[in-house]
């Protein structure tokens, strides 16, 4: 069964700080990576798509790896904001033969200090 | 239209109620899926419907109920919840269940209380 891991569970900086968000998962097995975040209450936003062939995707200040041998992906963020408060999630998408699936981490709440 | 969109967005029912959530997208995607996500919890697998046809089913108990009338619809049926049925369920949708190369992506959900 696929186990996915973020640490750290929380998190807590100053506005401009860059900072780490970690995911392992135990299974290699898989299609793609993808990192969301969820504000409170509501439903998950897309930040990243990272195919298996592929090692990094950036998008604006989101860097995002992919290392799939050894079960890690990495989500940098550069100079946070009040705004990029929020808990991501990261996500590997699972071989299934038919049907793959999309199996989330226990998250890192994250909150950025004005 | 890249959006999945998901009504009603609050729903209160009893335990002996019977109510339905919609789940709908037009971005040609032929995978459906339901997330049941408890609080400060990640989202957990319901139902995946591939080619309108269900394709996963994460030994969800019977009183939960899916239907994938077309490829742009996703039902979820519910009959005799319990208490602790109450979360946010979650809607999402993929190009295909198999081969996929523009990720996931999610409505903002129902949040569902039973009392």
């Known amino acids: 069964k696929q186990e996915v891991t973020q640490i750290p569970a929380a998190l807590s900086v100053p506005e401009g700080e860059n900072l780490v968000l970690n995911c392992s998962f135990t299974d290699s097995a898989i299609y793609n990576l993808q990192w969301f975040r969820q504000d409170p209450g509501k439903g998950l936003t897309s930040l990243l798509l990272?195919?298996?062939?592929?090692r990094e995707q950036t998008s604006g200040r989101l860097n995002a790896s992919l290392d799939k041998s050894s079960g890690r992906s990495t989500l940098y963020i550069a100079a946070s904001q009040p705004g990029d408060s929020a808990t991501y999630l990261c996500?590997?998408?699972?071989?299934?033969?038919?049907?793959?699936?999309?199996?989330f981490g226990t998250g890192t709440l994250l909150a950025v200090q004005p | 239209d890249t959006e999945v969109t998901q009504t009603p967005k609050h729903l209160v029912m009893g335990m002996t109620n019977k109510k339905s959530l919609k789940c709908e997208q037009h971005m040609g995607h032929r995978a459906m899926y339901w997330y049941k996500q408890k609080a400060k919890k990640p989202p957990e697998l319901m139902f995946v419907y591939s080619y309108e046809k269900l394709s996963i089913n994460e030994s969800v108990p019977s009183r939960f109920s899916p239907e994938c009338p077309n490829s742009s619809l996703l039902n979820l049926h519910l009959h005799a919840l319990q208490p602790e049925d109450s979360a946010l369920y979650l809607c999402a949708s993929s190009q295909d269940a198999q081969v996929d190369n523009y990720g996931y992506t999610f409505g903002s959900g129902t949040r569902l209380t039973v009392v």
């Open positions: 996500a590997p998408d699972l071989y299934g033969g038919a049907t793959n699936k999309l199996i």
């Open positions: 990272i195919q298996s062939s592929q």
